[in-house]
């Protein structure tokens, strides 16, 4: 718009010179250049804006478009950052849910039986997996801390073995134990462990 009003303010101030320098000349052939000049000077300044149009700096408005789109391509690399980011966030809130439905689902399974037959509780359930990746494919350890539970039979068949240490457990028993939950919670043997709360395994 600025361009525009002094584009308009130059011509009319060239019109008013010109119709002063053509009212000073004398009449004749020097009037008739005169006009002339006049003539191609006003064409010139009519023609100004295209003048100015085709003297657009080419380097510059291609940088400037170079510059924009460059921009626009980092733009769409942050979203896409930003999407993988609260993606992989949601992600993580979802399988830590689901981990935390399995625990108290397995427990709920096996917990009846561990207190009849073995006098046992789980008290926590830890899973640990390969690279990261926190799914059944890899599932490398499922660690079981259990604590011994006292019931009225346990308490009426007290053996006391003075050669074990008094937290040590029956091998036979531990080896029982895994052998059930891995039947129960479909896994290989190898995969589960056990603690006993208060043992120094």
Do not use: C
């Not at 391509?73 to 609260?86: D, F, G, N, P, Q």
């Not at 993580?92 to 709920?108: C, F, G, N, R, W």
């Not at 604590?147 to 028993?173: C, G, H, R, Y």
């Amino acid at each position: 718009m600025a361009f525009i009003i002094q584009w308009v303010t130059e011509i009319v101030i060239f019109l008013l010179l010109a119709m002063v320098i053509d009212f000073l000349l004398p009449s004749g052939q020097m009037q008739k250049y005169a006009r002339l000049a006049i003539s191609l000077i006003l064409v010139l300044i009519f023609l100004n804006p295209l003048f100015r149009l085709f003297n657009t700096d080419v380097n510059q408005l291609i940088q400037t478009q170079a510059q924009t789109f460059s921009t626009e391509i980092v733009k769409e690399e942050a979203l896409k950052k930003s999407v993988e980011t609260k993606k992989s966030e949601i992600q993580a809130t979802q399988d830590a849910y689901i981990l935390e439905q399995m625990v108290v689902q397995m427990k709920s399974q096996a917990e009846e039986k561990l207190a009849q037959d073995f006098s046992a509780e789980i008290m926590d359930i830890t899973f640990l997996f390969k690279d990261e990746v926190k799914d059944l494919e890899h599932l490398e350890t499922v660690q079981v801390s259990l604590k011994e539970v006292e019931t009225v039979e346990s308490i009426e068949n007290i053996d006391i073995d003075l050669d074990k240490p008094a937290q040590e457990k029956d091998e036979q028993t531990k080896e029982a134990i895994v052998s059930y939950l891995a039947e129960l919670w479909q896994l290989d043997q190898d995969r589960i462990t056990i603690q006993w709360e208060g043992a120094n395994e």
